[in-house]
C-alpha cells in the first residue's frame, strides 16, 4: 500500500541547513518538496502560492521572524502543520509557541528520523509531542506561569468518556491507538477531542491538556 504523499517546505536562512534536511529525508519517497524560503517575508509570499502539507519553519529570520510567521499562518492556513525546528530550546518558549498554533517543536540537533517521525504523527494526530514539549508543558504547570492564552478557572465537567479519551491523549496515544482503547472510530475520536477543546476554550491540544493538568482533571 502506498503511502500517502506530504508535501513539505522549509523556512530558514541558512542554504546549507536547508540542502542538509532535504539530503537527511530524501529518502522518504513519499515526502514532496514543495519550496523553501530564506526569510519570513518569502515564507509568507510562497505559502500563498503553493499551501504544504508540513512547514518546517526557523524561529530566527530576517523581515519576519518565525514567531510572528505563526500567528500569521495561523489566521490564514489552519491547516498547515507548523513543525518549528530551531536552536533554541527555552521551555517558556516551547509552550508559548505550542499554544499559538506550532503543532511540534525540536531543535536542530534532532535526529533526522525524529524529524521525519514529527512530521509523520503531525500529519496523523495533529501534534507531535516529545520530552522537550512535555518537560515544558509540566514546567508552565508547576510554577504556574501563564504564558498566551489563558483558560477558565472553573473546572468543565466531561463525560466518562472524555475523561478516558482526554487520558489517552495525556499518554500522547495516536488517534489509532485511542480508538482501539476506547472501542470508537479515529473520526468519532477527532470529533470528541475537537468538542474538548471547544468546552475548555483551548486551540490546541497542548492547551487542552494543560488545562486539565492545571484544574486537576487528571488526577
Same mark, same amino acid.
Not at 9 to 21: C, E, M, P, Q, S
Not at 123 to 132: A, G
Not at 168 to 193: F, G, M, N
Given at each position: 500500500?502506498?503511502?500517502?504523499?506530504?508535501?513539505?517546505?522549509?523556512a530558514?536562512?541558512?542554504?546549507?541547513?536547508?540542502?542538509?534536511?532535504?539530503? @537527511?529525508?530524501?529518502s522518504?519517497?513519499?515526502?514532496?518538496?514543495?519550496?523553501?524560503?530564506?526569510?519570513?517575508?518569502?515564507?509568507?509570499?510562497?505559502?500563498?502560492?503553493?499551501? +504544504?502539507?508540513?512547514?518546517?519553519?526557523?524561529?530566527?529570520? +530576517?523581515?519576519?521572524?518565525?514567531?510572528?510567521?505563526?500567528?500569521?499562518?495561523?489566521?490564514e492556513?489552519?491547516?498547515?502543520?507548523?513543525i518549528?525546528?530551531t536552536?533554541?530550546?527555552?521551555?517558556?518558549?516551547?509552550?508559548?509557541?505550542?499554544?499559538?498554533?506550532?503543532?511540534?517543536y525540536?531543535?536542530?540537533?534532532?535526529?533526522?528520523?525524529?524529524?521525519?517521525? @514529527?512530521?509523520?504523527?503531525?500529519?496523523?494526530?495533529?501534534?507531535?509531542?516529545?520530552?522537550?514539549?512535555?518537560? @515544558?508543558?509540566?514546567?508552565?504547570?508547576?510554577t504556574?506561569?501563564?504564558?498566551?492564552?489563558?483558560y477558565?478557572?472553573? +473546572?468543565?465537567?466531561?463525560?466518562?468518556?472524555?475523561?478516558r479519551?482526554?487520558?489517552?491523549?495525556?499518554?500522547?496515544?495516536?488517534?489509532?491507538?485511542?480508538?482501539?482503547?476506547?472501542?470508537?472510530?479515529?473520526?468519532?475520536?477527532e470529533?470528541?477531542?475537537?468538542?474538548?477543546?471547544?468546552?475548555?476554550?483551548?486551540?490546541?491540544?497542548?492547551?487542552?491538556?494543560?488545562?486539565?493538568?492545571?484544574?486537576?482533571?487528571?488526577?
Amino acid at each position: 500500500m502506498n503511502a500517502q504523499l506530504i508535501k513539505v517546505a522549509i523556512a530558514d536562512d541558512h542554504k546549507i541547513f536547508r540542502d542538509g534536511i532535504k539530503m @537527511a529525508l530524501s529518502s522518504r519517497d513519499h515526502l514532496k518538496f514543495l519550496w523553501e524560503a530564506e526569510d519570513g517575508k518569502d515564507l509568507m509570499h510562497k505559502i500563498k502560492m503553493k499551501q +504544504p502539507d508540513v512547514l518546517l519553519m526557523d524561529l530566527r529570520m +530576517p523581515e519576519l521572524d518565525g514567531i510572528n510567521a505563526i500567528g500569521l499562518i495561523r489566521k490564514e492556513f489552519e491547516g498547515v502543520k507548523i513543525i518549528v525546528l530551531t536552536m533554541y530550546d527555552d521551555q517558556e518558549m516551547i509552550t508559548k509557541l505550542m499554544e499559538m498554533g506550532a503543532n511540534a517543536y525540536l531543535t536542530k540537533t534532532s535526529d533526522p528520523d525524529e524529524i521525519y517521525q @514529527a512530521i509523520v504523527t503531525c500529519m496523523s494526530d495533529d501534534f507531535y509531542f516529545n520530552d522537550l514539549v512535555n518537560k @515544558a508543558v509540566l514546567l508552565k504547570l508547576q510554577t504556574g506561569k501563564k504564558n498566551g492564552r489563558t483558560y477558565q478557572n472553573i +473546572p468543565v465537567k466531561f463525560s466518562e468518556k472524555e475523561l478516558r479519551i482526554l487520558k489517552c491523549i495525556a499518554e500522547d496515544k495516536t488517534t489509532d491507538e485511542i480508538s482501539k482503547d476506547v472501542y470508537l472510530s479515529p473520526r468519532t475520536i477527532e470529533t470528541i477531542r475537537q468538542n474538548m477543546k471547544q468546552k475548555v476554550g483551548a486551540k490546541t491540544i497542548a492547551g487542552l491538556v494543560m488545562y486539565a493538568m492545571r484544574n486537576r482533571i487528571l488526577e
